[in-house]
């Protein structure tokens, strides 16, 4: 550890052995000696932070090393030699500091990129074999053994699995997944060894995309940081004006180094971006991903959200929500019977609701309209009605606004008819009831659905305004048109991309979401719950605050401790040590952006609470039918 160090830091152990080598000098009564070693080290160390200083401008960026460069040399020649190295290990000892700082503030981040798989368990001529993980195919048959991750994005094949996915989602309780569910690579096994099937290698796994998210978000810069950048100028224009002015006033330049040797724009160039590591950090442990640390300034200032319908607002999966025929069960077995193979999300859910499906003797797609089947001896066709009755008249039923209405023919005779909708998801209203209470000013829906269907959810959930029947370039137009400004997109799929990209913040919701979506967001919302929206605002809100405070705290102290260090009470060697600790509290304040505020602990009850409601829901649902009505 200590060698690692050395090797990572060499100019402090320099200063850390001369130090010692001065206290005993000292203390054998051979301080001249210490004070000639310390200096010239100190001049050293001075002499290349020039050079660093002046690399810097020819970058054409200002470097604020111009102040510890002026201090270690005022201190020497007034003879304050260990002021002086002090000054030396908070010039070098402050990269350490801020790999330190920066290391905690981003430990979520880091044990995203580490903990990607490496090797998967191919099944091969009978036996298992461990390769690489970039060697996996889509369609090769894999073991993942206890307590080890899901090598790529995969199908289960085992009957079940319970998976961590803690990782991903933020979802701090195991899920149970069944055989045909999609597994995400990155997901732990936390049960007995399970069988899957690649459906996807490993560059294009989920884990994967994420990992390429992450690493763009450490190497991002945000706007904030390079303003407090900015602001490094002139607060070493006031540090040299105290300074001066301190010893033109008393004509002793012992004042000149007391004051530069407490100037510290640490605050400036530390403490802001250690807080927004420390917010993504945050919202990474949340299962937010955030692309950009520019982005977190944009979610603190959120006033306006638009919310894409189906996915977003509503599951995405419609269900049967009534059955209108003379024999339910048996219309509804044939209806599932013919839509067999389909993977319309609507056949899908007639299937799941229907009991004894059978297999159709043949069937037939006719796109845009139903399928044809041979059911059981007997044609039947489900679809739309004019489709089902070989008619161009209207249905004889009227289907309630936001409903959608399946019709059955069975030999040329009407069976009845099924309706569906699409359910706001449950965590919804509480999600934009949350948000609302946190200065968002107006919520928009945008979706491409028709204007009844969107308007039913929208009245139900109080959202303030309706564009219906809305193309991908319509709704780009619509969130660059919309104020007020700064306006939040939210999506998932792939039409969602475009407004995703062009709104100020976009964020994309679900680790199941489409590849596109996910590329043109700022921020990814890993676990598929509406509910995270109101945790990643608070998230932006609170890194932000944190960032101004470290600033305002570290600048108002060192401007104190300048004042101080002008009237001469406070010895140089003090005075150095003080502005060390200032160093310090600044990056510990600036830390505290990585853990839960008050507000976000509320909403951890709430999630808590929602998921198990949902879960309980689903489990009802799984064992519940459709109520029929003759």
């Not at 950009?292 to 977003?312: L, P, Y």
């Not at 600033?551 to 060697?573: D, E, N, R, W």
């Not at 160093?583 to 839960?596: K, N, S, V, Y």
Request: proline letters at 5%.
């Amino acid at each position: 550890m200590a060698k690692k160090f050395v090797s990572q830091y060499p100019l402090v152990a320099v200063i850390a052995v001369v130090a010692a080598v001065g206290v005993v000098l000292t203390a054998m009564g051979n301080e001249p000696a210490a004070k000639v070693i310390a200096s010239a080290v100190a001049l050293l160390i001075a002499a290349l932070q020039f050079k660093g200083m002046i690399d810097t401008l020819r970058e054409h960026s200002f470097g604020i090393d111009i102040l510890a460069v002026t201090a270690i040399v005022s201190t020497v020649a007034v003879g304050e030699y260990w002021a002086a190295l002090v000054v030396c290990l908070m010039l070098t000892g402050g990269e350490a500091l801020e790999d330190y700082a920066e290391g905690r503030a981003s430990a979520e981040l880091t044990a995203l990129l580490e903990g990607a798989p490496t090797v998967a368990y191919r099944k091969a001529d009978g036996g298992i074999e461990q390769i690489d993980v970039d060697e996996v195919a889509v369609g090769d048959e894999l073991v993942v053994r206890p307590h080890e991750a899901v090598p790529v994005d995969a199908v289960l094949l085992s009957e079940s699995a319970l998976l961590d996915e803690s990782q991903l989602t933020g979802e701090s309780m195991p899920v149970r997944r069944r055989a045909g569910d999609t597994l995400l690579a990155g997901s732990m096994n936390d049960a007995d060894a399970i069988e899957v099937r690649a459906r996807a290698v490993a560059a294009d796994s989920q884990y994967q995309r994420i990992v390429s998210l992450v690493t763009e978000a450490r190497e991002s810069k945000a706007p904030f940081v390079r303003l407090a950048d900015r602001v490094a100028l002139p607060f070493t224009i006031i540090a040299f004006i105290i300074a001066g002015a301190a010893w033109a006033a008393t004509g002793d330049p012992m004042r000149f180094a007391q004051v530069l040797v407490v100037a510290t724009p640490c605050p400036l160039i530390i403490a802001a971006p250690v807080a927004f590591m420390a917010g993504m950090s945050r919202a990474a442990r949340g299962g937010m991903i955030i692309k950009n640390a520019g982005t977190i300034e944009q979610i603190a200032k959120v006033s306006s959200v638009a919310f894409d319908k189906t996915g977003t607002l509503t599951k995405g999966e419609p269900e049967i929500t009534n059955v209108v025929s003379e024999d339910p069960e048996r219309m509804l077995r044939l209806a599932a019977s013919a839509e067999f193979y389909s993977s319309h999300p609507l056949a899908q859910a007639i299937v799941a609701a229907a009991d004894d499906v059978a297999e159709p003797e043949q069937a037939r797609d006719v796109p845009a309209q139903g399928v044809i089947a041979q059911v059981e001896g007997r044609q039947v066709k489900v679809g739309k009605y004019g489709f089902v009755m070989d008619t161009d008249a209207s249905a004889p039923v009227e289907v309630r606004p936001g409903f959608t209405a399946i019709f059955v023919s069975v030999d040329g005779g009407l069976a009845g008819h099924v309706e569906l909708s699409d359910p706001i998801r449950p965590e919804t209203p509480g999600a934009l009831e949350a948000i609302g209470a946190m200065g968002v000013q107006r919520t928009v829906m945008l979706t491409g659905d028709a204007e009844d269907t969107a308007r039913r959810v929208a009245g139900e959930l109080a959202i303030d305004d309706v564009r219906a029947g809305l193309l991908p370039e319509d709704k780009v137009r619509a969130v660059t048109e919309m104020g007020p400004k700064p306006v939040l997109m939210v999506g998932d799929g792939v039409n969602d991309a475009p407004v995703l990209a062009a709104a100020d913040v976009g964020v994309a919701m679900g680790a199941r979401g489409s590849a596109a979506a996910v590329e043109s967001a700022d921020v990814v919302i890993m676990l598929d719950d509406l509910s995270r929206l109101a945790r990643l605002l608070l998230v932006g809100k609170r890194t932000m605050r944190v960032a101004w405070q470290a600033i305002a705290i570290g600048v108002a102290f060192s401007v104190v401790l300048m004042l101080i260090g002008a009237t001469g009470v406070m010895p140089a060697f003090v005075g150095a040590w003080m502005q060390e600790l200032v160093d310090l509290a600044c990056i510990l304040w600036a830390l505290l952006a990585a853990r839960p505020s008050r507000a976000e602990r509320k909403l951890d009850g709430c999630e808590s609470a929602g998921v198990v409601v949902e879960k309980k829901r689903e489990a009802a649902h799984g064992a519940r039918r459709p109520a029929p009505v003759a």
